[in-house]
């Protein structure tokens, strides 16, 4: 067993977006620039699958709005993550266009009526606005559609991270069929 000290974090990204605006892709992304993932389970942050080393390299906290049906306090959530120390926090938000990610929301069992969706989304949307003025920063904005069809936009938003360009192979789920017309949100595509 060894005695060295943990190398404290001095980097973080903070990524918040509403529910289906591709949370979990994101992520993944992250994962492959060489980013620790965390994820919240009961309230308490525990390292993420894809990176058990996760002490070794800038960390990853993302939660979708709402999260499991709680709305995270951005504000507190960012000032917290100052309080302990970190050097370069960067906040990031994430959208997708409007329809895509309702009709998303209620294919996954997040909402059970499509006007729920809308209402959540718009609800973040101005949650996220209204963090931005309280904390008088600017966040970075990472759009769903830009980012997985557009290496450029990709490259360049994570070089603005300081991170190298992800790995991930990228494919827009908006194309995919389930989300063409309503009556599809209740089947699975063959």
Same mark, same amino acid.
């Given at each position: 067993?060894?005695?060295?000290?943990?190398?404290?974090?001095?980097?973080?990204?903070?990524?918040?977006?509403?529910?289906?605006?591709?949370?979990?892709?994101?992520?993944?992304?992250?994962?492959?620039?060489?980013?620790?993932?965390?994820?919240?389970?009961?309230?308490?942050?525990?390292?993420?699958?894809?990176?058990?080393?996760?002490?070794?390299?800038?960390?990853?906290?993302?939660?979708?709005?709402?999260?499991?049906?709680?709305?995270?306090?951005?504000?507190?959530?960012?000032?917290?993550?100052?309080?302990?120390?970190?050097?370069?926090?960067?906040?990031?938000?994430?959208?997708?266009?409007?329809?895509?990610?309702? *009709? %998303?929301?209620?294919?996954?069992?997040?909402? $059970?009526? !499509? #006007?729920?969706? =809308? &209402?959540?989304?718009?609800?973040? /949307? +101005?949650?996220? *606005? %209204?963090?931005?003025?309280?904390?008088?920063? $600017?966040? !970075? #904005?990472?759009? =769903? &559609?830009?980012?997985?069809?557009? /290496? +450029?936009?990709?490259?360049?938003?994570?070089?603005?991270?300081?991170?190298?360009?992800?790995?991930?192979? =990228?494919?827009?789920?908006?194309?995919? /069929?389930?989300?063409?017309?309503?009556?599809?949100?209740?089947?699975?595509?063959?």
């Amino acid at each position: 067993m060894s005695n060295e000290a943990i190398k404290p974090i001095k980097k973080v990204y903070l990524v918040f977006g509403p529910e289906s605006s591709g949370n979990r892709m994101i992520a993944c992304s992250f994962d492959t620039a060489g980013v620790s993932s965390v994820y919240s389970k009961n309230g308490k942050y525990i390292p993420g699958p894809h990176n058990p080393n996760y002490l070794d390299n800038p960390l990853l906290i993302l939660m979708s709005l709402p999260h499991n049906k709680i709305w995270p306090d951005i504000i507190d959530i960012y000032r917290k993550v100052k309080s302990i120390g970190f050097e370069f926090i960067y906040l990031i938000f994430l959208d997708r266009k409007t329809d895509f990610m309702a *009709k %998303s929301q209620v294919f996954q069992d997040r909402v $059970t009526q !499509i #006007e729920r969706a =809308y &209402e959540n989304i718009q609800i973040a /949307r +101005d949650y996220m *606005k %209204s963090a931005i003025e309280s904390l008088d920063i $600017t966040p !970075i #904005e990472i759009q =769903y &559609e830009k980012f997985v069809t557009n /290496r +450029d936009y990709r490259e360049n938003i994570f070089k603005e991270l300081g991170l190298p360009a992800p790995t991930l192979k =990228y494919y827009n789920a908006n194309e995919n /069929r389930r989300y063409k017309d309503d009556t599809n949100l209740s089947t699975v595509p063959n």
